[in-house]
């Protein structure tokens, strides 16, 4: 096999592991990160605030 041909081949397989390797980064970081039962607890909690500050206006108002 030709040199040209072999640093082809190095090249492109560098190439496919590069991009690999960059994918699960990505995949693992932005969406693997937060799971489900997370963003679940976070919409809960969220909405638990935003009631408790619509109460404490209400108060406020009465006042």
Do not use: P
Not at 26 to 49: H, S
């Amino acid at each position: 096999m030709k040199l040209k041909y072999k640093i082809i081949i190095i090249a492109l397989c560098s190439a496919a592991v590069l991009l690999g390797v960059t994918y699960g980064i990505f995949y693992w970081v932005f969406y693997g990160y937060v799971d489900e039962a997370q963003k679940n607890q976070m919409k809960n909690d969220f909405e638990m605030v935003e009631t408790i500050i619509d109460n404490e206006k209400e108060v406020l108002t009465a006042f």
